[in-house]
């Protein structure tokens, strides 16, 4: 699993975007190879799909032939309503792109017979031939989309009820009534997400901390339906800072020291975009060993180059995305850390590309220092 | 309604008049109505076919002029062979401007000339064929105070002792039930009181204070019988007196809701700019922004003629031939909005409310007209920051000087 720490949920959702665009762009989706992307709705998810509208009107992505499966939808709530997630989706995305209508799947909260439309909803997902990338949230009992703590891990789309504590915390876009919240809903199961061949999970906030601590640190649990990630191939969570909040240091230090580990030792352009490696250029392994600092002591010296303050990213980088892979006016030294190489080859694969990187490309564009969090290079910049 | 295989249009790149609120959306329309566009999008799987790129610019609904005599040299009380033709050539002239919906209006005339011509100024769609959509005629007097004529002619004034029989031998309760969107009376002529909540109900038309001398009890009065409107506010009525404020004081009513719509007009001229932020700011809710404009508007400066009168039109004054009194204006709706925001220094939301949304509240239409709600009619400004009208649409499709041709008065 990746885990993607960044400094505020601004930057989360900038990675989140930007890394949806480049998977559509890698994956080049024709009308027969589409892309199958599976959505959220939620407050965290808005600014992705900000973001995400936002390239598509630069031209820098196409969602002609992207197909897209949402997550959820309220059980009998009219589709016209303001709160139901066609709705949500419409508003925030759907009418801003060029998503064909006919590619995008929605599940039918007031469909005569729920477990009939639960089924298409299954038998149409593999029709497309799965999802490809299934973005998601958390709740703050760590469910994944409706799957309320006790689900089947191996559950599919159903109707489930909502539970107590996602009622309330949905009361907000209802008015602040919790009487006007529906309790039911359809949503895709456990199973479904699991099945999907990408999971990223976007999680923000100190509220949501606990469940993300119970996610990642402790077992596979019916009651913390996330915690299923684990056990998926190719998982990936962004979050920021203050969703960390709960996990152990140690938790923390190792996954932003990842990310430098992979900008320093291993090389940007060494590193795919889901994460493996393949082979190391440029990297010469005789050349003498030199531990990699504490990654706390060092975030003023080693990082020196790449420390941007990541919520200027936005503005700053938009047009400089493809070009910082090329970029090597990053000064760090590689040849510091050959002797690292062993170490480096232990590691998971999939753990090691966790830093995508503080790429040049972001450390040119803003100077401005980070506010001494752990590890700037994890946090600054554009990783793309 | 619209039909599920008929082109929709999307205005995009614009900030929207909805809700009270100038909001960066999208405006979607099909078959001449506005729509929404999520049913069209979930059912029927489309997306807009054309899109208009609004640049930035403001969209707002197309302005409603409820009080307008003539324009182009064309007068609707004036012209009565020729009332047809002058209809058609003042509906697209005045589209063309950005007023996409209008009351025409008669001055105080004998009964021959109503019948003569009301029927020609009967509520009409608009459209590329058809121009500016006709809502209604505006019959103002001859039931009005001979004090308060202004440039109408007092041989033509009348009484209405006999009650709505009078109504109807002047104008035909039939031509009022059919043709007529309001009419303007003075509350203290005698017998007008008392007709005026039967006039409402043998015809349905609305009811206007207005060329009258009416104490502020008078003015009550028809209010409370149903006269929800006043006629060019400060023109042609009792001045504001501290004991006595007349119609004008029907603004400063305790309960708003017994406070009246009310025509300003704001050429500067007709109405002092202060007076007019003082009215506003009594009763922002009420107030109807209209032209009072007259067949001189939009002609160069000369001699004509406005019903049985004669006027002079210098710099953009119109007098009463050979006297101070003004005979009307010849303003536009564009000029009087953005003049009542030098005026009042109110936001563009109020200016824009008062040109579109408040005259289709006083009558009543504001589920189609004067609104940008899903049902409404496609009738659709695209402005500038300065509220200069850049684009015309009416009923979905575009005006423009290629396919609106109309013609002055020769």
């Given at each position: 699993?990746?885990?993607?720490?960044?400094?505020?949920?601004?930057?989360?959702?900038?990675?989140?975007?930007?890394?949806?665009?480049?998977?559509?762009?890698?994956?080049?989706?024709?009308?027969?190879?589409?892309?199958?992307?599976?959505?959220?709705?939620?407050?965290?998810?808005?600014?992705?799909?900000?973001?995400?509208?936002?390239?598509?009107?630069?031209?820098?992505?196409?969602f002609?032939?992207?197909?897209?499966?949402?997550?959820?939808?309220?059980?009998?709530?009219?589709?016209?309503?303001?709160?139901?997630?066609?709705?949500?989706?419409?508003?925030?995305?759907?009418?801003?792109?060029?998503?064909?209508?006919?590619?995008?799947?929605?599940?039918?909260?007031?469909?005569?017979?729920?477990a009939?439309?639960?089924?298409?909803?299954?038998?149409?997902?593999?029709?497309?031939?799965?999802?490809?990338?299934?973005?998601?949230?958390?709740?703050p009992?760590?469910?994944?989309a409706?799957?309320?703590?006790?689900?089947?891990?191996?559950s599919?789309?159903?109707?489930?009820?909502?539970?107590?504590?996602?009622?309330?915390?949905?009361?907000?876009?209802?008015g602040?009534?919790?009487n006007?919240?529906?309790?039911?809903?359809?949503?895709?199961?456990?199973?479904?997400?699991?099945?999907?061949?990408?999971?990223?999970?976007?999680?923000?906030?100190?509220?949501?901390?606990?469940?993300?601590?119970?996610?990642?640190?402790e077992?596979?649990?019916?009651?913390?339906?996330?915690?299923?990630?684990?056990?998926?191939?190719?998982?990936?969570v962004?979050c920021?800072?203050?969703?960390?909040?709960?996990?152990h240091?140690?938790?923390?230090?190792?996954?932003?020291?990842?990310?430098?580990?992979?900008?320093?030792?291993?090389?940007?352009?060494?590193?795919?975009?889901?994460?493996s490696?393949?082979?190391l250029?440029?990297?010469?392994?005789?050349?003498?060993?030199?531990?990699?600092?504490?990654?706390?002591a060092?975030?003023?010296?080693?990082?020196?180059?790449?420390?941007?303050?990541?919520s200027?990213?936005?503005?700053?980088?938009?047009?400089?995305?493809?070009?910082s892979?090329?970029?090597?006016?990053?000064?760090?030294?590689?040849s510091?850390?050959?002797?690292?190489?062993?170490n480096?080859?232990?590691?998971?694969?999939?753990?090691?590309?966790?830093?995508?990187?503080?790429?040049?490309?972001?450390?040119?564009?803003?100077?401005?220092?980070?506010n001494?969090?752990?590890?700037?290079?994890?946090?600054?910049?554009?990783?793309? | 309604?619209?039909?599920?295989?008929?082109p929709?249009?999307?205005?995009?790149?614009?900030?929207?008049?909805?809700?009270?609120?100038?909001?960066?959306?999208?405006?979607?329309?099909?078959?001449?109505?506005?729509i929404?566009?999520?049913?069209?999008?979930?059912d029927?799987?489309?997306?807009?076919?054309?899109?208009?790129?609004?640049?930035?610019?403001?969209?707002?609904?197309?302005?409603?002029?409820?009080?307008?005599?003539?324009?182009y040299?064309?007068?609707f009380?004036?012209?009565?062979?020729?009332?047809?033709?002058?209809?058609?050539?003042?509906?697209?002239?005045?589209?063309?401007?950005?007023?996409?919906a209008?009351?025409p209006?008669?001055?105080?005339?004998?009964?021959?000339?109503?019948?003569?011509?009301?029927?020609?100024?009967?509520?009409?769609?608009?459209?590329?064929?058809?121009g500016?959509?006709?809502?209604?005629?505006?019959?103002?007097?001859?039931?009005?105070?001979?004090?308060?004529?202004?440039?109408?002619?007092l041989?033509?004034l009348?009484?209405?002792?006999?009650?709505?029989a009078?109504?109807?031998?002047?104008?035909?309760?039939?031509?009022?039930?059919?043709?007529?969107?309001?009419?303007?009376?003075?509350?203290?002529?005698?017998?007008?009181?008392?007709?005026?909540?039967?006039?409402?109900?043998?015809?349905?038309?609305?009811?206007?204070?207005?060329?009258?001398?009416?104490t502020?009890?008078?003015?009550?009065?028809?209010?409370k019988?149903?006269?929800?409107?006043?006629?060019?506010?400060?023109?042609?009525?009792?001045?504001?007196?501290?004991?006595?404020?007349g119609?004008?004081?029907?603004?400063?009513?305790?309960?708003?809701?017994?406070?009246?719509?009310?025509g300003?007009?704001?050429?500067?001229i007709?109405?002092?700019?202060h007076?007019?932020?003082?009215?506003?700011?009594?009763?922002?809710?009420?107030?109807?922004?209209?032209?009072?404009?007259m067949?001189?508007?939009?002609?160069?400066?000369?001699?004509?003629?406005?019903?049985?009168?004669?006027?002079?039109?210098?710099?953009?004054?119109?007098?009463?031939?050979?006297?101070?009194?003004?005979?009307?204006?010849?303003?536009?709706?564009a000029e009087?909005?953005?003049?009542?925001?030098?005026f009042?220094?109110?936001?563009?939301?109020?200016?824009?409310?008062?040109?579109?949304?408040?005259?289709?509240?006083?009558?009543?239409?504001?589920?189609?007209?004067?609104?940008?709600?899903?049902?409404?009619d496609?009738?659709?400004?695209?402005?500038?920051?300065?509220?200069?009208v850049?684009?015309?649409?009416?009923?979905?499709?575009?005006?423009?000087?290629?396919?609106?041709?109309?013609s002055?008065?020769?």
């Amino acid at each position: 699993m990746r885990l993607i720490i960044r400094e505020d949920p601004k930057a989360v959702a900038y990675y989140t975007a930007n890394y949806v665009r480049q998977r559509i762009n890698e994956f080049k989706p024709t009308r027969n190879r589409p892309f199958v992307l599976g959505l959220p709705t939620g407050s965290t998810p808005v600014e992705v799909y900000w973001h995400l509208v936002d390239f598509y009107k630069r031209g820098e992505v196409s969602f002609r032939n992207v197909i897209t499966f949402s997550m959820d939808e309220y059980v009998g709530l009219p589709r016209s309503h303001p709160e139901s997630y066609c709705s949500f989706m419409h508003r925030h995305l759907y009418d801003h792109i060029n998503l064909r209508p006919e590619n995008i799947h929605m599940l039918d909260g007031n469909a005569e017979d729920l477990a009939a439309e639960c089924q298409r909803y299954e038998e149409k997902i593999k029709e497309v031939g799965g999802i490809e990338l299934f973005l998601g949230g958390i709740g703050p009992d760590g469910h994944i989309a409706f799957n309320e703590p006790g689900s089947s891990l191996e559950s599919v789309t159903r109707v489930k009820t909502l539970a107590y504590e996602t009622v309330l915390a949905n009361a907000r876009f209802f008015g602040g009534d919790v009487n006007k919240v529906p309790k039911l809903a359809l949503t895709v199961g456990v199973g479904t997400v699991r099945a999907a061949r990408e999971v990223l999970l976007i999680i923000t906030g100190a509220h949501k901390a606990v469940a993300l601590a119970k996610c990642i640190e402790e077992g596979v649990n019916h009651m913390w339906t996330v915690s299923v990630i684990q056990l998926h191939p190719s998982a990936m969570v962004v979050c920021d800072e203050d969703a960390t909040l709960e996990l152990h240091v140690k938790t923390v230090r190792y996954f932003k020291s990842i990310e430098q580990v992979q900008e320093q030792l291993i090389g940007r352009q060494n590193i795919s975009l889901k994460g493996s490696i393949s082979k190391l250029v440029g990297y010469d392994p005789d050349q003498a060993y030199r531990p990699i600092a504490d990654p706390s002591a060092n975030e003023k010296s080693a990082l020196d180059t790449d420390s941007s303050d990541v919520s200027h990213q936005d503005e700053s980088d938009q047009g400089s995305i493809t070009d910082s892979a090329d970029d090597d006016q990053y000064s760090v030294d590689q040849s510091e850390d050959d002797g690292e190489s062993d170490n480096v080859q232990e590691m998971d694969r999939n753990t090691l590309s966790a830093t995508e990187l503080t790429a040049s490309g972001s450390s040119e564009a803003n100077g401005t220092r980070t506010n001494g969090s752990l590890v700037p290079a994890a946090v600054t910049g554009n990783p793309f | 309604m619209p039909r599920i295989s008929s082109p929709i249009t999307q205005f995009f790149n614009c900030r929207i008049l909805k809700n009270h609120q100038l909001v960066e959306d999208y405006l979607y329309v099909q078959d001449g109505k506005i729509i929404d566009p999520e049913k069209m999008f979930w059912d029927a799987k489309r997306k807009p076919d054309i899109r208009i790129d609004c640049k930035g610019g403001i969209v707002s609904p197309g302005y409603i002029d409820v009080q307008i005599n003539g324009a182009y040299g064309y007068d609707f009380s004036n012209d009565t062979d020729i009332i047809e033709e002058a209809a058609s050539n003042i509906s697209k002239g005045l589209l063309l401007q950005g007023c996409t919906a209008y009351c025409p209006t008669t001055v105080s005339s004998r009964p021959e000339v109503y019948h003569r011509v009301l029927k020609h100024l009967g509520p009409r769609d608009g459209s590329i064929q058809n121009g500016a959509a006709i809502l209604g005629a505006h019959v103002e007097g001859p039931f009005i105070s001979p004090q308060k004529k202004g440039a109408h002619e007092l041989e033509t004034l009348r009484t209405a002792k006999n009650g709505i029989a009078d109504f109807d031998e002047c104008y035909g309760l039939d031509n009022l039930r059919r043709y007529v969107s309001y009419m303007t009376v003075a509350p203290e002529v005698e017998g007008v009181l008392d007709s005026i909540p039967k006039l409402i109900e043998a015809t349905g038309i609305n009811i206007s204070s207005g060329h009258s001398n009416a104490t502020t009890a008078q003015s009550s009065q028809a209010l409370k019988r149903g006269a929800n409107m006043i006629t060019h506010l400060f023109n042609a009525m009792h001045a504001f007196h501290q004991r006595d404020p007349g119609i004008i004081g029907l603004l400063g009513s305790s309960e708003s809701e017994t406070r009246p719509f009310y025509g300003i007009i704001c050429d500067g001229i007709h109405v002092h700019p202060h007076s007019v932020m003082i009215a506003y700011y009594a009763h922002p809710k009420g107030a109807c922004l209209v032209t009072d404009a007259m067949s001189a508007q939009c002609l160069p400066d000369g001699y004509y003629k406005l019903g049985e009168m004669d006027v002079d039109v210098t710099s953009g004054h119109v007098y009463i031939k050979g006297t101070n009194t003004i005979a009307g204006s010849i303003i536009t709706m564009a000029e009087c909005v953005r003049n009542f925001i030098k005026f009042t220094g109110a936001s563009k939301v109020e200016a824009l409310e008062n040109a579109t949304l408040h005259p289709a509240q006083m009558l009543g239409i504001e589920h189609k007209k004067g609104n940008l709600i899903h049902g409404a009619d496609a009738d659709i400004l695209i402005l500038d920051d300065n509220l200069h009208v850049q684009r015309v649409f009416v009923a979905g499709i575009e005006a423009t000087k290629e396919n609106i041709k109309f013609s002055e008065k020769v």
